[in-house]
């Protein structure tokens, strides 16, 4: 059966000293609380992630994110992290292709297949985003869009490897905006990338991946998204900055 995964992206927030305070808390509740096979990561800038998978050792529930890799070994590029310094803090998703990423740093489809890669090879399990701007729905092209992200990106990959993949699909329109998509158009889309991938690699692939929802997602709109049979988790951005709110998005899934 495939994993319910519920991820934080801390994005660009909180410093050191926060930062440690959150996931403390975050360890803590989730140690207490949170009851069931979900899996919590929390994707925390760079500088966080050596403490964090320190402060994680022994917390199996609990696993550590990036939220960017460079898609090369390593060498002269200034100022980049690459997938094998990951791997040695015992970091074990990445992030790929956020929204803002492909929007602020012009990142591709073609390099997040060359990033999608390089993770993979390290042992890291990517996250990979897709997701529409507001222009594409409106114009009806969002099934198009998401498609070429997906193929462009990951169906280069073997079935074994494709199986190490979460997908998140996150409609742009609604990160940071406060404006959820509706269940019902948050499974269309999900129960489509599910036949895409079962057209491509076969039925047994599809049904084992994970597939997460992102975008405004908070405690009042998560049982009703996670409800929806193609939507196995979710990629969680403010709401995952209050230990609070976060640890009740993963209770959803307490059996
Ligand atoms: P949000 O962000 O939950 O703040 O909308 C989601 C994301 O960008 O992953």
Not at 19 to 45: H, I, R, T, W, Y
Not at 115 to 121: M, N, P, R
Not at 179 to 208: N, P
Not at 238 to 249: N, Q, Y
Request: proline letters at 2%.
């Amino acid at each position: 059966m495939r994993k319910k995964i519920v991820a934080g992206n801390w994005k660009m927030n909180k410093n050191y000293t926060e930062g440690m305070s959150l996931f403390s808390e975050v360890l803590n509740m989730v140690k207490d609380e949170v009851m069931g096979n979900q899996q919590v990561v929390v994707c925390a800038p760079f500088v966080h992630l050596h403490s964090l998978t320190a402060l994680g050792k022994g917390h199996s529930q609990v696993s550590v994110g990036a939220q960017n890799v460079h898609q090369e070994e390593s060498g002269a590029y200034t100022g980049e992290i690459s997938a094998s310094m990951l791997k040695s803090l015992d970091v074990e998703y990445v992030i790929l292709g956020h929204s803002e990423r492909r929007q602020y740093f012009g990142e591709t489809n073609e390099l997040l297949a060359k990033k999608t890669d390089i993770t993979l090879k390290h042992g890291l399990k990517p996250i990979f985003c897709i997701g529409e701007t507001l222009t594409e729905r409106e114009s009806g092209q969002y099934f198009n869009i998401v498609k070429s992200q997906l193929v462009e990106g990951t169906f280069h990959l073997s079935a074994a490897e494709f199986s190490k993949l979460v997908i998140a699909y996150e409609p742009v329109w609604a990160i940071g905006t406060g404006v959820t998509a509706s269940s019902d158009q948050a499974q269309e889309i999900h129960a489509f990338i599910r036949k895409e991938i079962a057209i491509k690699y076969s039925q047994a692939v599809a049904d084992d991946t994970t597939i997460l929802y992102g975008g405004s997602c908070n405690p009042k709109n998560a049982d009703e998204l996670f409800s929806q049979p193609d939507i196995d988790g979710g990629l969680i951005g403010g709401a995952s900055l209050k230990s609070r709110d976060f640890v009740d998005i993963a209770k959803v899934f307490n059996s």
